[in-house]
């Protein structure tokens, strides 16, 4: 069994930084590909940010340049640093992470759908204000 447990959220200014961690446990190795999501209230969960493998990075257009994805192999951690902030990143944020290669080739922003991830954490609120 895996489990994710992400950490990290909180309220900050337009402007400010937040960083994500999620803790990643259990006897399946999950790396093939890992992404973090978010959903914004009312509207539908998205990809921002994909790391696979052999450590490539995949960013969504939105958070291109203030978003990095990285990933602690020997502490089963993985993280997004939020800088730059703004009020439309408010949302939960979500990691999750699979077991199989079967969808690498998937492991990209645009491409990237919640069904291709078998393990999800259960989300950790991040809100921006102006």
């Known amino acids: 069994q895996v489990q994710l447990v992400e950490s990290g959220g909180g309220s900050v200014q337009s402007g400010g930084s937040l960083r994500l961690s999620c803790a990643v446990s259990?006897?399946?190795?999950?790396?093939?590909?890992m992404a973090w999501f978010r959903q914004a209230a009312g509207k539908e969960r998205e990809a921002v940010a994909t790391i696979m493998l052999d450590g490539s990075t995949n960013y969504a257009d939105s958070v291109k340049g203030r978003f990095t994805i990285s990933r602690d192999k020997a502490k089963n951690v993985l993280y997004l640093q939020m800088n730059s902030l703004k009020p439309e990143d408010t949302a939960m944020y979500y990691c999750?992470?699979?077991?199989?290669?079967?969808?690498?080739?998937?492991?990209?922003?645009?491409?990237?759908?919640?069904?291709?991830?078998?393990?999800w954490g259960k989300g950790i609120m991040a809100t921006v204000s102006s």
């Open positions: 259990g006897h399946t190795y999950v790396g093939y590909c």
């Open positions: 999750a992470a699979d077991s199989s290669p079967v969808h690498r080739g998937y492991c990209y922003t645009d491409l990237l759908q919640i069904d291709h991830l078998s393990y």
